[in-house]
């Protein structure tokens, strides 16, 4: 049994390795888009914005993963091994099946929570969608583009930081319940949003339980695509919030 010395000890190394990876995820981005927009300005590159940013994106998403994992590494010897990542075996039909029915879950959370909180906090705009870039996609091919990006590329890349590396690092000191708190409130901040952080936030504690139950990320990497596919069809197909009505808060803040 941990002394409450070891309790507080493992506590604050739970709350540094969260802050870590959420800095790191940030000032990833940061790097990479500052980097990229200077290159632009500086060589005068007439780029189509749709791949950039989806280069980048990608490129800042690879770059956090790669820091969070490396620097734990070599300064306190931290292991990090494809079963840590939520990343053992192959998707089963177990994680097919599990990931619609944690998206109908998580969507009728995100409708009571939103609910009670239009009745505490009033001024929150829950029509508010998330600007994720991509606001150059006129094309089919720029929105391919953005389709490989937003629904394929961002959620398998968040869920190995996320889900895979955090959640995995976590729960091998922490009971489930804290681990899924400090995961799931950390995503919800990095989405710059209330409406957006709140509901994200949720997805998050069905995408932990999801890794709970089968014990890998496969099931939350499907969720999270289906969330993404739905907010990236009513953005880039169907033309905007104006097509799904009352529906909008619930669809669109998914994104990313």
């Not at 959620?155 to 995995?168: A, D, H, K, M, Q």
């Amino acid at each position: 049994m941990e002394s409450r010395h070891e309790k507080t000890a493992t506590l604050a190394w739970a709350f540094a390795l969260t802050l870590w990876v959420g800095v790191t995820f940030f000032v990833a981005q940061m790097v990479v888009f500052g980097i990229a927009s200077w290159l632009i300005r500086q060589f005068q590159w007439g780029v189509n914005l749709t791949v950039a940013e989806t280069v980048c994106m990608v490129f800042s998403y690879a770059l956090a993963l790669v820091v969070m994992i490396i620097v734990p590494k070599k300064l306190y010897s931290m292991k990090v091994t494809r079963d840590s990542l939520g990343l053992r075996g192959m998707p089963t039909w177990a994680d097919i099946l599990l990931s619609p029915i944690g998206y109908i879950l998580s969507l009728i959370a995100s409708i009571a929570v939103m609910m009670i909180i239009k009745v505490i906090a009033p001024g929150i705009n829950w029509n508010e969608t998330q600007d994720v870039g991509f606001n150059s996609v006129i094309t089919s091919g720029d929105r391919m583009v953005a389709f490989v990006a937003l629904v394929i590329l961002a959620p398998v890349t968040e869920e190995l930081i996320f889900r895979g590396f955090l959640y995995g690092k976590l729960r091998s000191r922490l009971s489930a319940i804290p681990a899924i708190i400090l995961v799931s409130v950390l995503f919800g901040v990095l989405h710059g949003q209330w409406n957006v952080g709140i509901i994200v936030g949720l997805m998050s504690v069905f995408m932990c339980l999801a890794r709970e139950i089968t014990g890998t990320i496969y099931a939350g990497i499907l969720l999270h695509m289906i969330r993404n596919g739905v907010a990236f069809y009513v953005l880039y197909v169907m033309g905007g919030a104006s097509s799904f009505g009352a529906a909008i808060p619930l669809l669109l803040p998914f994104l990313v």
